[in-house]
């Protein structure tokens, strides 16, 4: 099994930037052989996907919505993935969950059943 924990969500204003984290672990977790993403869910709406990135080459994959003002990294030491959110608007307001996929190269990258494991959300609030 795979434990997955964000951190980093707040209250912004328009414009502003935030960065958000996930670490992934388990007893057998070898991060290579996955994608790590976020996703991300507004009050009333379906879960959306952001970003994600394939560890084993660093890949990346973003939603474009997001394009040029998002910016999916890994850190190869701390098994850690960061979501760099910057010139943040209102509709950008949810709650944010990172999710851990096996890769396997038929399945979509922005579908939520590509990724067998999840966190908890973070919530992440925009004002205007």
């Known amino acids: 099994q795979v434990h997955v924990a964000e951190s980093g969500g707040g209250w912004v204003q328009t414009g502003d930037s935030l960065r958000l984290s996930c670490a992934a672990s388990?007893?057998?977790?070898?991060?290579?052989?996955?994608?790590m993403g976020w996703f991300r869910q507004a009050p009333g709406q379906e879960r959306e996907f952001v970003a994600s990135?394939?560890?084993?080459?660093?890949?990346?994959y973003d939603a474009d919505s997001v394009k040029g003002r998002f910016t999916i990294s890994r850190d190869n030491a701390k098994n850690t993935v960061h979501l760099q959110m910057n010139s943040l608007k209102p509709e950008d307001t949810a709650t944010y969950y990172c999710?851990?996929?096996?890769?396997?190269?038929?399945?979509?990258?922005?579908?939520?059943?590509?990724?067998?494991?999840w966190g908890q959300g973070t919530q992440v609030t925009v004002s205007s």
């Open positions: 990135i394939r560890w084993s080459d660093g890949f990346t």
């Open positions: 388990g007893r057998t977790f070898n991060v290579n052989n996955y994608r």
């Open positions: 999710a851990v996929g096996l890769y396997m190269g038929r399945r979509p990258w922005d579908s939520s059943a590509s990724y067998e494991n």
